[in-house]
């Protein structure tokens, strides 16, 4: 009769604890068939069956993929316990890996996905299918550019940019609205038409209005995209200057004759710092899909640099013959977005005082 | 309450002019000449002062600002400098209704799947059925909206049997799901099995009939709301792109939901409206909504002004003539100024305007909001 109770009117009833932990004995069971037939479904659906038909390739593959993610969370959960987040970690290794092989891409063993002229004469196929065992794992593009090059090199592009502009964005909005929120009165007024009328624009609107007139390298493109960002970080430390000026120890400060920029400076930004910086993996997020789609309409950062919004761009035409020109992009991208997102959101539980209260 | 409207409206003021000003000064942020950076390489002789004088650049900025504001008041957004005569409200003109349908149409389908798929997950909060949805929703967030657009032209455009196979064995093994649970019948109840029986029938038969009537979904070529074609066709071809800008929003509206109504179904109303024996729809549909939806009200306004700004990707996907490609294909990729000038200031305008109503909206809706300030 679970069903038809209404498990929320229970009020004992806490999110999670529900769901029945399994034995010892059935996590085992889960584990080894997970890592047996996963690991079989994806060597077969990438390696064996190479004539077939990419549908079921791509279904058997998916399929061991999710029975791989269920034994590797059995391991989990018997290794650390029933509330291991298998997903949180597994985010966290893929942010790891996209951060560490776009920092060193340059000494990874990948073929050239850059420079087209290279690629004309010495025999790469063109518009080539993936396949993991060869030297273009992800396929090649109609210039012969190989696909997982681009996708590094990309990353490494989109990681510079939004990080970049995290960081512009931090360091300006962050001292507006620390600033803004300590001294009150017009200053914050005057702040606050500034973040309205920058709010005012929709972020994609924004970013074309400044894609028209800006040269479009990195470096603009990371200004462009921190303006988008540094309304978000006044309203956050704003608030949170707010809410920790009002605090005892700020008081007792001010009792011991501190001055203003002593309360500031060892005070208030060491408490603000923490929620505005947990906010950061979102934000970098958000900033990777808008930078992303600004490459995509064409307004970006342009080949021969590769970014995953031009190379989905440039594989879209005919994309019915050759998905892997959007997917294999759009997939890092996506994995990329959903760890991010899932970092953060962990991030913002842990360090931001106000999502800790309710 | 006449006080708390006036000075929200007042509070617009301001955000208006700064962002008129803003627009009208994009210009000057060009590095260089911009009027040089507009003609390019192959210009005529006499373009530099023909451009010159319709960007108003010959004159002072405090004069052509207010010279810009002013034509603008009386619907003169100026002409296209890449194709002289041609009128820029003109375009506006005809863009905005394609935007506009592609938004409404996108925020009705995510209302109407999200206003279901939130209030039942928050019922069975911790059930596999609220794990499952909260995931998905989750995942489809992290979805790029050019992604999801693509993923749907791969779908419905270039491979439409498999989600048409997809709909028929997912509905008739729901149809048999719920005859087996009308056959066994746990509750030994005549009415519920028959309800179940009935329930099986419809849902078979409709997919039946959907999988045989399977559409067919335009990659490209948009049948305008006014055009002879009839207004099927329009839905037809606007469509995937509906679909595409619902796709994310369902997400965030499902999960706003989810997390109010699960606050609301703590209340001690519904206790007392279950106590009284009323079936679990009728609660949540009477009794629960209402007070969780305020935030999503909000929410929804906020979106749909996102979804006006963010049709720029699915119009580019769709080539669609909307605003959107408008300020990108006519504006900003030929340094056509007043197309982009016209465009973003009608976007950001109307994105005021409607935050500014949703804020005045909310008091009205929730009581508690009222009073004070």
């Known amino acids: ?358 | 309450m006449l006080r708390t409207i006036g000075l929200k409206l007042v509070r617009l003021v301001p955000v208006l002019i700064i962002v008129s000003l803003a627009t009208s000064l994009l210009i000057e942020l060009v590095p260089g000449d911009p009027i040089l950076a507009i003609i390019g390489m192959e210009g005529e002789p006499g373009d530099y002062e023909r451009i010159e004088k319709e960007l108003g650049l010959d004159e002072n900025v405090v004069s052509r600002y207010f010279d810009w504001l002013g034509s603008i008041f009386q619907g003169d957004f100026g002409e296209q400098i890449t194709r002289p005569g041609v009128k820029v409200a003109d375009r506006l003109k005809q863009t905005f209704p394609v935007t506009i349908q592609i938004s409404l149409m996108g925020m009705a389908m995510a209302l109407l799947i999200a206003v279901p798929l939130g209030s039942w997950a928050a019922y069975r909060a911790g059930t596999r059925f609220d794990r499952v949805s909260s995931g998905a929703a989750f995942g489809i967030i992290s979805i790029p909206s050019f992604l999801a657009g693509l993923l749907l032209v791969f779908m419905f455009v270039f491979h439409a049997s498999v989600p048409r196979y997809a709909v028929l064995i997912l509905g008739l093994a729901w149809s048999l799901w719920l005859l087996w649970s009308a056959v066994l019948n746990r509750h030994d109840q005549a009415r519920g099995m028959l309800l179940r029986a009935a329930a099986a029938i419809v849902v078979a038969g409709l997919t039946v009939w959907l999988a045989n009537k399977w559409p067919s979904f335009p990659r490209q070529g948009f049948v305008r709301w006014t055009s002879d074609e009839g207004r099927l066709e329009n839905f037809r071809s606007a469509f995937l792109p509906a679909v595409t800008v619902a796709l994310t929003e369902i997400a965030v509206f499902m999960r706003l939901l989810r997390g109010d109504m699960q606050a609301t179904l703590q209340e001690d109303f519904i206790l007392s409206a279950r106590a009284k024996g009323m079936p679990p729809v009728r609660i949540l549909a009477r009794d629960a909504l209402r007070p969780s939806s305020f935030s999503l009200i909000t929410l929804a306004g906020v979106a749909f002004g996102r979804l006006i700004g963010g049709t720029v990707i699915v119009e580019s996907i769709f080539r669609l003539p909307g605003m959107g490609s408008l300020i990108v294909n006519d504006g900003v990729n030929t340094g056509d100024f007043p197309v982009v000038q016209g465009g973003v200031l009608i976007l950001a305008t109307f994105y005021v305007v409607l935050n500014g109503a949703i804020d005045i909206s909310y008091s009205y809706l929730d009581p508690r909001l009222r009073r004070g300030r």
Request: with cysteine.
């Open chain 1, 1 to 358: 009769m679970a069903a038809d109770t209404g498990l929320a009117l229970d009020s004992g009833y806490v999110a999670g604890e529900l769901v029945d932990p399994l034995t010892h004995a059935q996590r085992l069971v889960r584990l080894a068939v997970g890592l047996i037939g996963g690991v079989a479904a994806i060597v077969i659906g990438l390696m064996v069956l190479t004539d077939a038909n990419a549908g079921y390739r791509v279904v058997l593959t998916v399929g061991g993929l999710v029975l791989l993610f269920m034994a590797l969370d059995s391991a989990g959960k018997l290794v650390c316990g029933s509330r291991f987040e298998t997903g949180l970690w597994l985010s966290v290794f893929w942010v790891a890996i996209v951060g560490l092989s776009a920092a060193f891409a340059d000494f990874l063993p990948i073929s050239e996905a850059k420079d087209a002229s290279a690629t004309i004469f010495d025999g790469t196929p063109t518009l080539k299918r993936p396949d993991l065992l060869s030297a273009h794992p992800l396929g090649t593009d109609r210039q012969a550019l190989d696909v997982l090059g681009g996708i590094i090199y990309g990353a490494r592009v989109s990681l510079q940019v939004s990080v970049l502009a995290v960081a512009i964005g931090i360091l300006v909005g962050g001292t507006i609205g620390v600033v803004a929120g300590f001294f009150r009165g017009k200053l914050d007024t005057g702040v606050g038409v500034f973040v309205d009328s920058l709010l005012a624009f929709p972020p994609l609107i924004l970013l074309l209005a400044l894609a028209s007139v800006m040269d479009r390298s990195p470096r603009n493109m990371a200004i462009a995209l921190a303006v988008l960002g540094i309304p978000t970080y006044i309203r956050l430390a704003r608030v949170n200057t707010m809410v920790f000026a009002e605090r005892e120890f700020v008081l007792a400060s001010q009792a011991m004759g501190s001055t203003r920029r002593r309360i500031i400076f060892k005070e208030l930004v060491p408490n603000v710092a923490l929620p505005i910086f947990s906010y950061a993996f979102i934000i970098i997020a958000v900033l990777i899909v808008a930078e992303a789609s600004l490459s995509f309409l064409g307004l970006g950062i342009q080949r021969p640099d590769p970014t995953w919004g031009n190379m989905i761009a440039a594989g879209q035409d005919d994309f019915d013959r050759h998905p892997h020109l959007v997917f294999a992009p759009g997939i890092a991208m996506f994995l990329t977005v959903f760890a991010l997102n899932r970092v953060g959101e962990k991030a913002r539980e842990l360090w931001d005082p106000r999502q800790a209260n309710l």
